[in-house]
């Protein structure tokens, strides 16, 4: 197949600034919940540690209820992998110069709330935080990168989810408000593309990783999706106002990768659903403007009702995003049949191991073929602009003596993805952004790791907080350099 890729593609990459910035506690930013969380490993969770209000200090899995009395604490003897992760707030000169030797186009990056507004209640911002970021986007300007700003990004102030109670209280849509407005008119000019919220709908797939989750949990993950739905779309017509030049796009998880395992019509249905629960329900409202007609069947299957505000479906209907955006890493497989090995696990999805692909070191599918499946579903359904703005394979980098790191894996996971991406675009797809996940390595969202490394940049930091911090270019730095240049066509 000759070149498709067009021209002024942004070839990039991704990150956030939780998992890279570190400064957690510098020029007045405030605590988020990932700064109360510690390491973990692929067989151990992530704790997020707190005090009670007798003092007493405990530690709950991620993924299990936290009481609402608990506050979250640094506790002495524990580690926090995101407080300095790989220290981009002091380094960031450096790493976009990086990015630049590579060719990026586009650089994914996000903004700390508590950097702006420690605890997100603030009226007037903090201007620290705003200086950090305007100076990050003219570093990035100075080399032609077009940034691509995800304005909610797992970062939600650790006040605003503990005295508020998060997005399940609707007050916490006009503080989205007064950050998205600050951003908008702070940045107009320099900041062309916005997402709204990252994967959003991992409220919804998170369900299943916490047995007999209670109702009232499942019920708050409903309305707080609700909620962001419509902070969303408020900020679609707000950036709109500001900055008529802009495009503001939606961000969801996975994408409708949800394979039946076996041609069970009941493993058909199964599919169809899960990608209904997981992937179209979010992507429609944002979409199209309005909840899909199965969500009822959503909303009755979990007991739960959704509280639409006053003009909540007229914002809904005029808030919708310019272009669509998802993460892809892998492809699940579902099905009715007992006995089946149910390992094939990432991402936050969970289903049957497929026998036709091969897995990585920590489980996750490797199928650029779904890539391209996934990428015709969502254009096929919605015809706007598509970008892949997440995709990586996390694996363990081995520095040699001379300092070189040789990474293959990746380089091959690489091409065949580019390559299913070529294949998409030759069947129609408008395909505009490729922006890769950890282009520099960070500390991994779901196991608090460093040496889960996703990136064609190394950074000496290590699981145990040691390290230097020099950054040092892999195989794949070069290999990406090249396929930049060529426009996706030299791919060996």
């Known amino acids: 197949m000759s070149n498709v890729f067009p021209e002024g593609f942004y070839w990039g990459g991704a990150t956030a600034a939780n998992q890279c910035e570190g400064a957690w506690n510098v020029d007045g930013r405030g605590p988020a919940r990932t700064d109360v969380t510690t390491v973990g490993t692929a067989d151990s969770p992530r704790y997020i540690t707190v005090r009670m209000p007798d003092g007493t200090t405990t530690k709950f899995s991620q993924f299990t209820p936290v009481p609402k009395e608990a506050r979250g604490a640094v506790l002495d ?6 407080h ?8 960031y000169k450096e790493d976009i110069a990086l990015f630049a030797e590579m060719g990026f186009k586009m650089f994914r990056m996000s903004i700390s709330w508590s950097r702006i507004f420690p605890k997100g209640i603030e009226e007037e911002p903090n201007q620290a935080g705003l200086d950090f970021y305007r100076n990050v986007f003219l570093e990035l300007k100075k080399y032609g990168i077009e940034p691509l700003v995800t304005i909610s990004h797992y970062d939600t102030p650790l006040y605003i989810e503990e005295e508020l109670g998060g997005w399940s209280n609707r007050e916490v849509i006009a503080l989205y408000d007064r950050f998205t407005e600050v951003l908008f008119r702070e940045y107009k000019g320099l900041v062309k593309y916005w997402l709204t919220f990252n994967e959003i709908n991992c409220a919804l797939m ?3 990783f916490i047995p007999n989750m209670p109702h009232t949990m499942v019920q708050d993950r409903y309305q707080s999706l609700h909620n962001q739905f419509v902070a969303s779309a408020r900020a679609v017509k707000r950036a709109h106002e500001v900055d008529p030049d802009c495009k503001v796009g939606c961000m969801v998880a996975g994408g409708p990768s949800a394979y039946p395992l076996t041609c069970d019509p009941k493993d058909i249905i199964a599919a169809q659903i899960e990608n209904q629960n997981s992937f179209w329900y979010s992507a429609d409202v944002q979409v199209r403007g309005a909840y899909p007609a199965f969500a009822k069947r959503m909303w009755e299957h979990d007991g739960v009702t959704v509280e639409f505000g006053e003009g909540d479906e007229e914002i809904l209907r005029s808030g919708t995003v310019d272009f669509i955006t998802y993460s892809y890493y892998m492809t699940s497989c579902v099905t009715t049949h007992e006995d089946v090995e149910m390992s094939g696990k990432g991402n936050l999805v969970m289903g049957a191991k497929n026998p036709y692909l091969t897995y990585s070191d920590w489980g996750w599918s490797i199928d650029p073929d779904g890539l391209r499946y996934t990428l015709n579903e969502i254009y096929g359904r919605y015809q706007i602009p598509v970008m892949v703005v997440e995709n990586g394979l996390g694996a363990i980098d081995t520095v040699e003596e001379d300092g070189s790191i040789h990474d293959p894996y990746r380089i091959d996971y690489m091409r065949e993805h580019v390559r299913a991406m070529g294949e998409a675009i030759a069947d129609g797809v408008d395909l505009i952004a490729y922006t890769p996940w950890g282009c520099i390595d960070l500390v991994s969202a779901s196991t608090g ?6 990136g064609m940049i190394y950074v000496d930091r290590h699981d145990d907080g040691t390290g230097s911090f020099e ?5 794949s730095f070069f290999w990406y350099k090249k396929c930049i240049e060529s426009n996706g066509e030299d791919l060996d």
């Open 77 to 82: 003897g524990e580690y926090y992998p995101n």
């Open 84 to 91: 300095e992760s790989i220290d981009f707030y002091h380094h």
């Open 206 to 208: 998170t369900l299943k």
């Open 449 to 454: 790791e460093m040496h889960k490394r996703y």
């Open 471 to 475: 950054r040092r270019r892999k195989d």
